[in-house]
C-alpha cells in the first residue's frame, strides 16, 4: 500500500511537469513582450553613467500611463536617419526635453556652461568628466509628441544635438515621437559591482512646464 501511495503522486508529478514548463515559458514570454526587458549597453555614448557591456532593466510598461518625464533614461526606437539600419535599432539616451520645452545652451553665468530649459539652468554632474553640455549653441522647441534626447558622454553620442546639426536644424529629425520608446531603463542589474538605481537626476526638479 505504501509503495502505491508513493508511486501516484510521482508519476502525476512528470504528468505535470511539461504543462509547468509551457506556463513558465508562456509567462516569461508575456513579461519580455509587455513588462520587462533587459539591455546591453554596446557604446561609450552614456558613460559614465552606463558603460560598455553593462546590463539594464527596462520598464516597458510605465509609458502605457503617462509620458516620459526629463531626465529619464530610455529605450527607443531609433529613426533611420540615425541608426541608417531599415530594420530598426535600439538606443538609450536620456530624456532633456518634452514636448513644448524650450532648451538653450548655453547659460555661462557662475563660470560654467549650463543648459537652460524653460528659463531655468540645469547642472548635469552625471555627464562625461571633461564634456561640455554641448559642443554648440542652440535654441531649440521641442515639437509636442516628441522628445529632445541627449547622451550623457555627449561627445561620444549620436543623439538629439547631433542630428540638428546634421540635418540643417531640423526639429523634426533631431527628436523621437514618443510612440518609438520602447520603455524606462531603471537599472544596472550587471554586473553586480556596478548595480545601482537608475533614478532622475535631482537637477531636474523645479524645472517649469512650458
Known amino acids: 500500500m505504501i509503495d502505491e501511495q508513493t508511486e501516484k503522486p510521482r508519476n502525476s508529478f512528470w504528468k505535470e511537469l511539461p504543462i509547468l514548463l509551457g506556463v513558465a515559458i508562456l509567462v516569461a514570454v508575456l513579461v519580455r513582450a509587455f513588462v520587462l526587458q533587459t539591455f546591453f549597453i554596446p557604446s561609450p555614448s552614456m558613460e559614465n553613467t552606463l558603460k560598455i557591456d553593462d546590463r539594464v532593466l527596462v520598464n516597458k510598461l510605465v509609458y502605457d500611463f503617462r509620458s516620459p518625464h526629463r531626465g529619464e533614461v530610455i529605450v527607443f526606437k531609433a529613426p533611420t536617419e540615425w541608426s541608417g539600419n531599415p530594420d530598426g535599432e535600439d538606443f538609450i539616451k536620456r530624456v532633456i ?102 533614478s532622475v537626476p535631482k537637477q531636474f526638479e523645479g524645472i517649469p512646464n512650458p
Open 97 to 198: 526635453g518634452v514636448g513644448g520645452d524650450h532648451v538653450v545652451c548655453c547659460d555661462r553665468t557662475g563660470g560654467q556652461d549650463r543648459l537652460v530649459i524653460n528659463g531655468k539652468p540645469v547642472d548635469e554632474p552625471f555627464i562625461f568628466p571633461g564634456n561640455k553640455p554641448a559642443d554648440q549653441d542652440f535654441d531649440i522647441t521641442v515639437p509636442k509628441g516628441r522628445l529632445w534626447v541627449m547622451g550623457d558622454h555627449r561627445e561620444a553620442s549620436g543623439d538629439s544635438l547631433e542630428h540638428w546639426q546634421q540635418s540643417g536644424e531640423d526639429i523634426t529629425v533631431a527628436t523621437i515621437p514618443e510612440g518609438e520608446v520602447v520603455g524606462r531603463a531603471f537599472t544596472i542589474f550587471w554586473p553586480v559591482s556596478r548595480a545601482t538605481w537608475l
